[in-house]
């Protein structure tokens, strides 16, 4: 199995940026596209972003604009670049391909809050 170890959240003033990391055991990241996705508080797991083995990704409406999504494949290693973060985008950010296949980590925390 592999192992998604997510980190780089934290709380931040609306507007402000964060980036978040996740790192994967294996190499399983060159062979599937990989997905950022968001639980809010009462709300289901959402994908928010994805990024293809070939380097295409797309974006939540929501999100587009301000969320920019990366990958390492040498590192294992997928980014999330978060700019002009917004209350609603408080939650637990977890990674994990797309479609989701893999045990869930245990997820980043971003509050954004002033």
């Known amino acids: 199995q592999v192992q998604f170890v997510e980190s780089g959240g934290g709380l931040v003033q609306p507007g402000g940026s964060l980036r978040l990391s996740c790192a994967a055991s294996?190499?399983?990241?060159?062979?599937?596209?990989m997905g950022w996705y968001l639980q809010t508080p009462g709300n289901q797991r959402e994908l928010i972003t994805s990024i293809f083995t070939d380097g295409f990704s797309n974006y939540k409406d929501s999100v587009k604009g301000r969320f920019t999504t990366s990958r390492d494949n040498a590192k294992n290693t997928v980014y999330l670049q978060m700019s002009s973060l917004k209350p609603e985008d408080t939650g637990v950010y977890f990674c994990n391909t797309v479609p989701y296949r893999q045990p869930w980590g245990q997820g980043t925390q971003v509050t954004v809050s002033s």
């Open positions: 294996g190499s399983i990241l060159r062979a599937y596209a």
